[in-house]
């Protein structure tokens, strides 16, 4: 079965920076586009960041660009987010997204119709 597994979330001070991982299994990494959402709580998720299949484009919400960087290695079937910067309204539980690349949103992925999910990680940053 598919499985997409978030690590590197953690307790952060305003000003610094995380690197969140995902481990993707079960599936043909190099057919899904890639994202990261979050949820903080009380509100919706939000899409964050993507990657194309290939890694050669990426896209991101406003509130983080220039701040946060998404990767990917189809090698390894992984996909990060290089989170600098950190503010505390990026508190929030951050899941990885894979999205198909037939009929994918491209490039602002719609949570509504991601494929998987994973479980998220926890990320909060004290001010």
């Known amino acids: 079965q598919v499985q997409l597994v978030e690590s590197g979330g953690g307790l952060v001070q305003a000003g610094g920076s995380l690197r969140l991982s995902c481990a993707a299994s079960?599936?043909?990494?190099?057919?899904?586009?890639m994202g990261w959402f979050r949820q903080a709580p009380g509100k919706e998720r939000e899409f964050v960041a993507a990657?194309?299949?290939?890694?050669?484009?990426?896209y991101y919400a406003d509130s983080v660009k220039g701040r946060f960087t998404i990767s990917r290695d189809n090698a390894k079937s992984m996909v990060y987010l290089q989170m600098n910067s950190l503010k505390s309204e990026d508190t929030a539980v951050y899941y990885c997204?894979?999205?198909?690349?037939?009929?994918?949103?491209?490039?602002?992925?719609?949570?509504?119709?991601?494929?998987?999910w994973g479980q998220g990680t926890q990320v909060t940053v004290s001010s």
């Open positions: 079960g599936l043909t990494f190099s057919s899904y586009n």
């Open positions: 990657i194309r299949w290939s890694g050669s484009s990426t």
């Open positions: 997204a894979a999205d198909f690349l037939y009929g994918s949103t491209w490039p602002a992925l719609d949570r509504k119709r991601i494929n998987y």
